[in-house]
T-cell receptor, first 115, second 115 residues
């Protein structure tokens, strides 16, 4: 069975602080994919990144960066110099190849960035 | 281009009534997914279509829930004899379907309230 744990329920920071959102996953499959989605107050899930299990290179996109470590089954997300517009619920999700490719989501981390 | 659209955006119904929720995927996407999101939780998988057929319906909670995609494009999620516990946001997602494990793009959701 697959499982995603986002232990941080809520995080509150002040604008311009760096913040890291944790994600730990469980799967027995050797081929799997990890995702991060953002859900702003408007409610629509916005895709941020997709990573497969064979690519452990960290990725940076503007102020966003992701740290994938298979040794600890983690796929953490860092926002550098946070902004008020980053306030949202962030979800980490897992999918495995060969099945229905359904996404298994964590419970999400609510990030509030205060001015 | 147009994203995934869902109608209605809000639906209020009474316990015991029948409801239909509609999803219009991104043009050309062959894979379509339904998820349900309860307050404070991550989305939970309901059903997956590849083309016209339901490839995986293991997430449907019981036989009151049914979904169709007769022409391989628009999908309708049908709930019979609604119960108060069915209240949630119902999310639809689509992906190109070429695999492996394509990125899923989500619609804005339908908020269902059962009184």
């Amino acid at each position: 069975a697959q499982k995603v744990t986002q232990a941080q329920t809520e995080i509150s920071v002040v604008e311009k602080e760096d913040v890291t959102l944790d994600c730990v996953y469980e799967t027995r499959d050797t081929t799997y994919y990890l995702f991060w989605y953002k859900q702003p107050p408007s409610g629509e899930l916005v895709f941020l990144i997709r990573r497969n299990s064979f690519d452990e290179q960290n990725e940076i996109s503007g102020r966003y960066s992701w740290n994938f470590q298979k040794s600890t089954s983690s796929f953490n997300f860092t926002i550098t110099a946070s902004q008020v517009v980053d306030s949202a619920v962030y979800f980490c999700a897992l999918s495995t190849q060969g099945g229905s490719e359904k996404l298994v989501f964590g419970k999400g981390t609510k990030l509030t960035v205060n001015p | 281009g147009a994203g995934v659209s869902q109608t209605p955006s809000n639906k209020v119904t009474e316990k015991g009534k029948y409801v239909e929720l509609r999803c219009d995927p991104i043009s050309g996407h062959t894979a379509l997914y339904w998820y349900r999101q309860s307050l404070g939780q991550g989305p939970e998988f309901l059903i997956y279509f590849q083309g016209t057929g339901a490839a995986d319906d293991s997430g449907l909670p019981n036989d009151r829930f049914f979904a169709v995609r007769p022409e391989g494009s628009v999908s309708t999620l049908k709930i019979q004899r609604t119960e108060r516990g069915d209240s949630a946001v119902y999310l639809c997602a689509s992906s190109p379907g070429g695999g492996p494990v394509d990125t899923q793009y989500f619609g804005p959701g339908t908020r269902l309230t059962v009184l």
